[in-house]
């Protein structure tokens, strides 16, 4: 595939103002799109814009790479408290990962259910068009909410409505320690119950997943390290109902497995990621038929592994959305990446599709 690579905002909106026939937008590759047409890359629109450690403040060019933006912040001890995903080993793509990616797909890892969605620390975003044309929206600074609402519509999008050139985000402290309770013995059912104890505990639980190959509930708290352990030992002392809740003695790597689905790399088959209530989980695992599966979000996302051309959707029966994260192009195409929407907001959708897209060049036929 022929790849565009602008190396600043005009000609970024030089070439989509030129643009003829479909594109293919994308950061730094990671996230396997197989949509037909020209590639067009934001990766030559990197750099750091501004960084204000004292107001949580970060501006960044979109093609900036995730791991030099947590470089940065790390050196400051402070995080993108959302926890992005790296989706390079589930879907064994190459690449870096790019904050303009991050935003455009609405990444969020273990910690949304504490800090909040990427779409929650977005501030603003300058992007442009599929007409060519630069727009600014949204603020540098956490008190300027102005045009919130086109700022939230960018996050989440997977760039069908414009291509992100720089986005301004919220950043928060790292916490100094991190201790996670591991609730062995545990089914799904103890484990949903577990997890929705401990979420609604005074604890601050930043992480609640489970693991039923191994039977066993992860939650974690962060913050001061003598706090850290306080709080581990009050969830050890209120989950033993549920199982045998024990203290881990190292966390780091196993919330970054939870993070990007390690226990699926590797593994054929197609991968799902579903949204539901938590409540509504335990129901539900035994109806997906997967040969494997993972929960995060206190029940709430499952993953699911599966046969390759299986139609997940049609087995789950319960409000929710099923994305297709991973699989061959036939079954994408067959399937779609994304849950139908309703008719009326499916409307909408292709009315804001129309408005920003008018030659429905960007990323056509992703979002359905």
Known sequence: MKMLTPQSEAELAEMLAGASGPLCVQGGGTRGLAIDGEGLST???????????????????????????????????Q????????????????????????????????RRIQAGAARDHLLGVRFVDGSG?????????????????????????????????????????????????????????AAVAAMSA???SPYD???????PEKQTAFVRVEGFADSAAYRCRKLVSELGGFGSPQIESEDVGLWQGIR????????????????????????????????????????????????????????????????????????RKRLGVFQPQPGPLAAISEGLRRQFDPKGLLNPGLMG
């Open 260 to 331: 990007d689905g390690a226990g699926f790399h590797g593994r054929a088959g197609d991968v799902w990621r579903i949204s539901v209530k938590p409540s509504d989980a335990v129901a539900l695992a035994p109806r997906l038929q997967a040969e494997a599966l993972q929960f995060d979000w206190g029940g709430g996302l499952i993953w699911a592994l599966v046969p390759a051309g299986t139609d997940l959707r049609a087995r789950i029966g319960v409000p929710g959305h099923a994305t297709l994260v991973r699989a061959g192009a036939d079954t």
């Open 79 to 110: 995080q993108l408290a959302f926890e992005p995903m790296d989706h390079r080993g589930l879907l064994g793509t190459v690449g870096e990962p790019t904050i303009g990616g991050v935003i455009a797909a609405g990444v969020s890892g273990p």
């Open 205 to 211: 639980v930043t992480g609640a997943a489970y693991d």
């Open 198 to 200: 401990a979420l609604g």
């Open 133 to 189: 044309q630069a727009v600014k929206n949204g603020g540098r600074v956490m008190k300027n909410v102005t045009g919130y609402d086109l700022v939230k519509l960018m996050c989440g999008a997977h760039g069908t409505l414009g291509v992100l050139s720089e986005v301004s985000m919220k950043v928060l402290p790292r916490a100094e320690a991190s201790a996670t309770v591991a609730i062995e013995g545990a089914d799904l059912a």
């Open 43 to 77: 990766r030559g629109l990197s750099g750091v814009e501004l960084y204000e450690p004292g107001a949580l403040t970060l501006v960044v060019r979109a093609g900036t790479p995730v791991a030099e933006v947590e470089a940065l912040l790390a050196a400051e001890n």
